[in-house]
Structure formats: C-alpha cells, structure tokens
C-alpha cells in the first residue's frame, strides 16, 4: 500500500483499461489520446495501463515513473489463439483447423459467461490466481477508468474480464469512471445483462454514441450529449506531404466494388501522379486478406500501388499525416486523417461514419459504392485535391475536456 505521504506527492494512481492490446490500431490511437487527457487534468498522477500487449504498448507508451505498464488477465482466462495476428504464419489447412478450434472456444465461452453471471463470486474463487493479478494493480490505486473503444458488447472474453476489473475497482474502493465508450449492441439478454451491470458499478460516465446513453441503464449518471471519440483529442502537427494516396478497406463490402474503384483509384494517381498505397487499421489476418485482395486487384490493372502493413499506430499515423489523400472504409483511418489534417473520403455510409463526418463537416465527402456511378470517386477526390485543406477543430478536444471535467464531479 502507497502511505498518506506518497499519495500526496505523487497524486492519485490511475487504473486505465480498455481495447487497446488487440491489434487495433484505432484503440491503441484511444489508449495514446486517453493517457494524454489524464495528464493534462491530473498532472500529478500516476497512470497504470492495463493491456493485453505489454510490449507492444510499451513501445507506444514509453512507460516511465508516472506510466506503468500491466497485463490484463485476458490472456491467462482465454487463449491467446483468439485473436488471429497477422504474424500468425499457419498454412491453409492449419487456417481450416483453426477456424474450427475458434467456433468451438466461442461456444464454450458462451457458456462460461452463462456460469459467470450465475455467480461471479464463485468463479472469482476459480481463478484466484488471475484476481491476484488485478488486486496487485488496483490495491492502492484511487481511480479506475475504462478508457474509449467499444469492448462492452457481444465480445464475450472482454465482458467477462471488463467486469472482473470493476468488481475488484469497487472491492478496493476506488473511484470508477467511463469515459468515451460505445456499448453495445448487445444481441442477448445475458451480453446487455452484464454490460449494464459495468455502468452500474460507474460513478460517472460519458459515451461516443447516443445509442449508447439509451443502452447504459444507468443515464442518470452519464453525460447526456454524445462526445467525440478520444482520439480526436490530440491535434498530430501537420508534416509534409509525399506523393501518396492511401488506401483502408475494411469489409467484405468492398469487394463486390472493385472494379469501380480500380478505374476511379486508377484516374486519381494519373491525374495527381500518386501512388496508391494500401494499409489496414487492424493487425488481424482477416483485415491483412482483404487488404491483399484489393492491393492485387489494384496492381493487375496497371496502378501505381503499394501494399503496407504499420507496424503500430504511431507508423500507421507517420503514412496517413504525410500523404496527400486518404480513402476509408474505416472510421479510425478517418480520425487519424482527419486529426493530422489529411484530406478524407468515407467510402462507408454507416451511422457512426455520417455521424464523424457531419461533425467535422465533411459530410460530402462520404461516397456510397452501393451506389456510386461514373467518375464519383474520382471527382470527389480532384474537389478536395484542389481545395484547402479543412482545419482540426480543436473545439472537438474541448467537448471531450468538459465531458471529463463533468464525469470527474459526479458523485
């Protein structure tokens, strides 16, 4: 335990959990954003990240005396397997194998969760070994936040560990906030059971989304008015910009448009004499084959075009801030565009996409391929090309600061 005279010199301990240790690089843009929040307003604390990739955070992070870097117990109650990383190198039948063996974990983890919420306490005294671990972090800590993202829905690994941290939280006593979340959607009774039982453990809370306040149960302790994504709180300063365009597929979606976007991607880099570079936002072998898949399709019709892969957010930000134009089917692709002043199209039409894109008004430059015809694309991208650049509005990172002011003095 921290005696009274640490506490007041080094200020409170932060438990900080969240998405981030998975492989999407959105989530580790939320964790980097989120760190930066609590510094700024809690200048004096010390920060503990849990994570579900030490190393790799650490790189992002660079821990020192006030960050600190932990584990989270998700590797020691669910395989490792479940996540399926593109450093993963299994031949296709070892692929067909594992697909098979991660059907099956899904369906003895749905049964976990159903004995887990029958008595979480009694499977709490199964696993003593991984509450050691959590109760080492949050033993003499003051506050524990769960960080943005969206990991509080049908994932059921996340459910089950998210709901461990608050229980020990509230066992120690500490302070429990969420801030910048979306919750949901929950396809079960037991999935919105146990994500309305995390809101219900919170003191304060504030989300992305409206659906999420709908969904929370617990409004009267949430901050009514959806607030930015975190990572939209740090502006990247704006570099120089080399001759690329980028690239992120995101579903399946997008293969059923790739001959529209091979002759309009193929216009645009003649036009502006830029390569096409495609990249992906998520380390995941599936998110990898799909980005494959376009990048061949692009290079057999004669594009200037280029496959990479980041090796973490930091690189996957260094490629968006320095190129002239990125196209997305991803929102956090869009963000980390739009945060270091990158021209941004949205080829996803999805709500939340709208959503981003009228805040930051953008809106006409999200492009519908279920419906795109002719040089859509192309004109588009030659509009924005021409035109200046739109600003980061920092009042974004203002709603953001107010919202965690607001969560910090509730009760």
């Avoid at 932990?70 to 993963?88: A, E, K």
């Avoid at 002043?341 to 939340?352: Q, V």
Wanted: with cysteine; net charge negative.
């Amino acid at each position: 335990m921290t005696d009274s005279h640490e506490r007041k010199v080094l200020g409170p301990i932060v438990v900080l959990s969240g998405g981030w240790g998975y492989g999407n690089l959105g989530d580790d843009a939320i964790l980097v954003s989120a760190v930066k929040l609590i510094r700024e307003n809690l200048p004096e604390a010390a920060i503990r990240v849990i994570t579900c990739d030490e190393h790799g955070t650490a790189d992002l992070l660079h821990p020192d005396q006030k960050v600190t870097i932990h584990p989270s117990i998700h590797r020691q109650l669910f395989s490792s397997d479940q996540v399926f990383y593109v450093d993963t190198k299994l031949t296709f039948k070892e692929r067909i194998r594992h697909g098979l063996r991660f059907r099956k974990n899904a369906r003895d983890i749905r049964s976990t969760l159903k004995s887990y919420l029958q008595s979480p306490e009694a499977y709490c005294s199964s696993i003593k070994e991984a509450i050691s671990t959590v109760d080492a972090v949050m033993a003499d800590a003051d506050i524990y936040i769960q960080g943005g993202g969206g990991f509080v829905n049908d994932w059921l690994e996340s459910d089950i560990v998210k709901h461990i941290e608050c229980l020990r939280a509230k066992q120690h006593g500490l302070r429990m906030l969420m801030m910048g979340q979306t919750i949901g959607p929950f396809s079960s009774k037991e999935t919105l059971r146990i994500g309305q039982s995390i809101c219900g453990m919170m003191n304060g809370m504030f989300f992305r989304d409206s659906a999420s306040i709908a969904d929370c149960g617990q409004s009267q302790k949430a901050v009514q008015e959806s607030v930015p994504d975190l990572a939209l709180y740090e502006h990247i300063e704006n570099k120089s910009r080399n001759n690329s365009l980028l690239f992120i597929p995101f579903n399946s979606e997008v293969l059923k448009h790739l001959d529209f976007l091979t002759s309009d991607l193929k216009s645009i880099s003649e036009k502006t004499e830029c390569r096409v570079v495609v990249t992906v936002t998520q380390l995941w072998q599936t998110a990898i084959d799909l980005a494959t898949a376009c990048f061949l399709h692009f290079r057999q019709a004669g594009i200037n075009v280029e496959f990479s892969i980041p090796h973490n957010v930091a690189s996957l930000q260094e490629m968006i801030a320095t190129s002239q134009l990125l196209i997305s089917q991803n929102l956090h692709g869009l963000i980390l565009g739009y945060r270091s002043e990158t021209r941004i199209i949205s080829i996803n039409t999805a709500r939340k996409f709208e959503g981003f894109m009228d805040k930051v008004g953008l809106k006409q430059y999200m492009l519908d391929l279920a419906h795109a015809e002719g040089c859509e694309l192309c004109d588009m991208a030659t509009e924005l090309l021409s035109n200046p650049v739109r600003p980061y509005q920092s009042s974004l990172a203002d709603e953001i600061q107010h919202a965690f002011n607001q969560i910090m003095s509730m009760p």
